[in-house]
């Protein structure tokens, strides 16, 4: 179940509306207005909101893996 929701949200992305000056296509994934984090017309903050959310999600991760690793590191090493 778990890798069928994976693939339906894979499939669900959609690219940037963005176009270059050459009108090539932005090739990055759009977010919810269909424009990337780069593009669109609140660009200037839209990237840092981007970069928080992952900050956010990397501090999350190592809050939630940190007491494993130290679990791992006494095994190896006592
Ligand atoms: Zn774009």
Redesign the pocket.
Known sequence: MEIQNKIESAASVTQ?L?LGRSGER?L?AALEDG??E??GPDAAWRFNIVARRRLFAVLLAAAVLWPILVDLYHALHH
Do not use: E, K, T
């Open positions: 940037c963005h932005c990055r424009f990337c780069r593009h």
